[in-house]
């Protein structure tokens, strides 16, 4: 069955309306997945609405005339807590969380992180992680985007999971993340996992003192984006993702 990619507009559209699309996903549907007149895609409001909708020219700017609405499936019960990693590698994780379906990732500052980057080149990271959920989310057919937030203290972020708890990945960990999930997720599952140089036993003992479990990953030890990949699959997994049969949905 073909795929069906996804568009984000601005503002809701009515059954029978034709909308344009940006230039950048006119050059998107044109030049990179060679879609014309009379191909299927739908449009999203990144919140979950879905349209339907049939390419009626290539422009440009492409044109698509719109039909009735449909649901789209909620994002996952899974916020990422991740610390700020090397550019290439945040980007990495930021976009396989989108791809998954994640509900969110929150960038933590961590007493072994890298250096905390100025308020504007924050700004600027974020944007860009921002850009690359999205492109992630439209080609996996999601009708959310995921929420990249940050830069949260990791004191505050522990903060926002009370009383509800999580899961903190280290090596250090008492309990296999496995096992953890499987006494039953916390939803939604927060997974906290730190950068390069992992957690400071002093941020271990605040989490454990915040209600988180700390939790291995296995025998041996990970590399950050590593672990929240794994992190991500098996908490998806244990909240039930992957046995959705997605039916109704084009892929």
């Known amino acids: 069955m073909r795929h069906v990619f996804r568009y984000l507009v601005s503002e809701a559209p009515r059954e029978g309306d034709t909308v344009a699309l940006s230039e950048e996903d006119t050059r998107h549907l044109v030049r990179v997945v060679r879609r014309g007149p009379g191909d299927r895609l739908e449009l999203t409001d990144g919140a979950g609405r879905l349209w339907p909708a049939t390419v009626i020219a290539t422009g440009p700017p492409a044109t698509v005339r719109v039909e009735a609405p449909r649901p789209a499936p909620a994002p996952a019960p899974v916020v990422l807590y991740q610390g700020l990693i090397e550019g290439n590698r945040l980007d990495l ?4 969380a989108a791809e998954l379906g994640v ?20 700004a600027r990271r974020l944007d860009r992680l921002r850009r690359l959920a999205g492109a ?17 203290p990791f ?8 009383p509800a708890g999580g899961y903190l990945i280290d090596a250090r960990g ?3 993340l496995t096992d953890a999930l499987g006494r039953g997720p916390a939803s939604p599952a927060a997974l906290f996992v730190g950068p390069e140089a992992g957690f400071s036993e002093a941020e271990l003992g605040a989490a454990r003192d915040a209600g988180l ?11 950050a984006e590593t ?13 039930g993702r992957f046995a959705e049969t997605g039916e109704g949905a084009p892929h």
């Open 227 to 239: 672990a929240a990949l794994v992190a991500m699959s098996l908490a998806l997994g244990a909240s």
């Open 213 to 223: 479990a700390a939790c291995r990953l296995g025998p041996v030890t990970l590399r």
């Open 93 to 96: 994780v930021v976009e396989k």
């Open 136 to 152: 992630a989310a439209r080609q996996a057919g999601h009708g959310h985007l995921l929420e990249v937030e940050g830069l949260v």
């Open 155 to 162: 004191g505050d972020a522990l903060d926002e999971v009370r």
């Open 174 to 176: 008492e309990v296999a």
């Open 103 to 122: 509900a969110r990732v929150v960038l933590v500052t961590a007493e072994r992180g890298r250096r905390t980057p100025a308020p504007e080149a924050a």
